[in-house]
Nanobody, 126 residues
Framework: QVQLLESGGGLVQAGGSLRLSCVAS????????MGWFRQAPGKEREFVAR????????YYADSVKGRFTISRDNAKNTVSLQMNNLRPEDTAIYYC???????????????????WGQGTQVTVSS
């Protein structure tokens, strides 16, 4: 059974940093593209970042490019999101997600991802 467990959220002042982690169980971790999404109150879930199976290629939403960094450790079944220079508009619940084993390296829509974590709250105060 697939399980994705996020951690690392919290309350931080604008300009601060947080590091989110997601530990996966069930299936061979290296077979999946991994992504981070976020959802703010009253808004749709939006793509934040993704990383390919081998960890070489990453892709970011324009809103976080240059501030956030996604990485993965296939030996530890973990994907992380380092968030720097946080802004109040980054406030949201952040979700870790993975594709199917045949999922595209270009997966950027929620529908492209088959499994989701429960989410972790990130709040950035101004």
């Amino acid at each position: 059974q697939v399980q994705l467990l996020e951690s690392g959220g919290g309350l931080v002042q604008a300009g601060g940093s947080l590091r989110l982690s997601c530990v996966a169980s069930g299936g061979s971790f290296r077979n999946y593209v991994m992504g981070w999404f976020r959802q703010a109150p009253g808004k749709e879930r939006e793509f934040v970042a993704r990383i390919t199976r081998n960890g070489i290629t990453t892709y970011y939403a324009d809103s976080v490019k240059g501030r956030f960094t996604i990485s993965r450790d296939n030996a530890k079944n973990t994907v992380s999101l380092q968030m720097n220079n946080l802004r109040p508009e980054d406030t949201a619940i952040y979700y870790c997600a993975r594709t199917t084993p045949w999922g595209s390296d270009a997966a950027s829509r929620p529908a492209d991802y088959a499994s989701w974590g429960q989410g972790t709250q990130v709040t950035v105060s101004s």
